[in-house]
């Protein structure tokens, strides 16, 4: 008689942990960007630094207060921001094409580097940035703004996201990297793709690839612009080293950039403390920004770093080599900051701290403020289109971002011409021409109808759609 090999037990299913547990508390998906600090609050139920995943299977530690916020961004020597160092990239736990990788991959620039490698790559980037006029920047932000307020002045209607804080940074940016005009539709669908995590890894692909035709165009005729300086910086940064230094650029200041001037907007058409201040000076302009950067910094979640040994921090254990976020939005709304620490200050960590603080800050602020002021100085009675709590936030662990921000406003006659015309023009040019006065017909999730990738808007803005 045959014998029955005896049947293996049946292990017990693994324990479901209750709803909202911070083990399992997911930095993506609807629910997360529609309310973050409620997120906030359950994760700082478990301590200073609770766990988190930031994509399907992609587990992190996010860190949460403001002074343990500061003690990982200050501890070079403890935490690294080399990602080559994460094992659950490495061992495969973690795959490539998961949509956050492109976000937090190694590039060889100095986003990614630490101690001399770092202070070299980064030398490059602050002193070629160095050598933007501040007031040159400011006309040029000026012009363009100008140039897309032209295009939806005249229909009374926009979604100032799409048609405004969208495109802006774009054009102000291809400007300072003299970057040709037909190059600005793949650098928007490449960078667009990596923010949304929407096909990343192709889209990773397609942005390396663009920035390359660039660093080979500009090796062989540089002008006066940011990549060719960065070329001719003492450094002697590789091609490789350009295009992932371009890559950290271009994204700081496209992405964060267009939701400070959104969520500055939109606290502006919103909240009555700004009521009929908005055309009164900048101040009030002044007071938004710094508030959004207070409560709703552009970048929520990043500044990854890796400990570099076990740690243990206020009884949190640290294991080497696991991602630690650090929450940025978190760390500014510390309940155990006091209001008289924010008011009027601008030590909120919305561009981070330590060594790998934000580089461009200046330029950045510049930027916004006068997107900012030009559209309420050119469109004074302009009004959201629908409730504030209407309005639709993008999903994503990293960024604090609206799908659209539909505002009405008076049809308003455009401005005499001799703005910049990005699609006709080379770069650092100043076009005579009169400008488009088509506006784009986009319609907006919050209001209702359908609503194109923000990528498929700026494409149909660069072809003249």
């Not at 299913?13 to 997360?32: I, K, M, Q, R, S």
């Not at 300086?229 to 992932?244: C, I, S």
């Not at 455009?414 to 400008?435: F, K, L, M, N, W």
Request: hydrophobic share 40%.
């Amino acid at each position: 008689m045959t014998s029955v090999p005896p049947v293996p037990p049946v292990p017990p299913p693994p324990a479901v942990p209750p709803p909202g547990c911070p083990a399992h508390e997911p930095l993506y998906g609807p629910e997360f960007a529609a309310d973050p600090a409620a997120a906030y609050r359950r994760l700082r139920r478990t301590g200073p630094v609770a766990p988190v995943e930031l994509a399907p299977g992609v587990p992190a530690s996010l860190v949460l207060g403001y002074d343990d916020a500061l003690h990982v961004l200050r501890g070079t020597e403890t935490f690294s921001k080399d990602p080559r160092r994460w094992k659950d990239l490495a061992d495969g736990t973690v795959p490539m094409d998961s949509p956050v990788v492109p976000m937090m991959m190694y590039r060889p620039n100095a986003l990614w580097a630490d101690g001399e490698e770092h202070r070299r790559l980064r030398g490059a980037i602050t002193d070629s940035l160095a050598r933007v006029d501040p007031n040159t920047l400011r006309g040029y932000v000026d012009r363009s703004a100008d140039t897309l307020i032209d295009r939806f002045a005249p229909a009374g209607r926009a979604d100032l996201l799409g048609a405004y804080a969208q495109v802006l940074p774009l054009l102000v940016f291809n400007h300072l990297f003299g970057c040709p005009a037909d190059y600005g539709e793949r650098l928007v669908e490449g960078m667009s793709g990596i923010f949304d995590g929407v096909d990343a890894e192709k889209a990773n692909e397609l942005l390396a690839t663009t920035l390359l035709d660039l660093v080979t165009l500009k090796r062989e005729r540089p002008g006066q612009d940011v990549t060719s300086w960065l070329m001719a910086h003492p450094a002697e940064l590789t091609d490789e080293e350009m295009v992932h230094t371009l890559v950290l650029l271009m994204g700081a200041g496209t992405e964060p950039q267009q939701n400070l001037i959104a969520n500055s907007l939109r606290l502006l058409l919103s909240d009555d403390r700004f009521g009929g201040d908005l055309s009164g000076g900048s101040l009030p302009v002044e007071d938004a920004l710094d508030e959004v950067l207070w409560t709703d910094p552009p970048i929520a979640n990043y500044a990854v770093h890796y400990p570099v040994h076990d740690a243990v921090y206020k009884g949190v254990t640290l294991r080497e080599g696991h991602p630690l976020v650090v929450s940025l939005a978190a760390a500014n709304t510390d309940p155990t900051l006091t209001a008289d620490q924010k008011a009027g200050n601008r030590a909120h960590l919305a561009w981070s701290a330590g060594p790998h603080n934000c580089p461009a800050q200046g330029p950045a602020r510049l930027i916004a403020a006068v997107a900012v002021e030009k559209l309420l100085d050119r469109l004074p009675d302009v009004e959201l289109a629908v409730p504030v709590e209407e309005l639709v936030w993008r999903p994503g662990p990293f960024h604090r971002a609206l799908a659209a921000l539909p505002v009405t406003f008076p049809p308003a006659a455009t401005e005499p011409s001799g703005a910049v015309d990005e699609r006709s023009a080379e770069p650092g040019s100043v076009s005579a021409a009169g400008r488009p006065s088509a506006p784009p017909q986009w319609s907006s999730t919050a209001g209702g109808g359908t609503r194109r990738g923000w990528s498929g808007r700026l494409r149909a803005w660069w072809r003249g759609e």
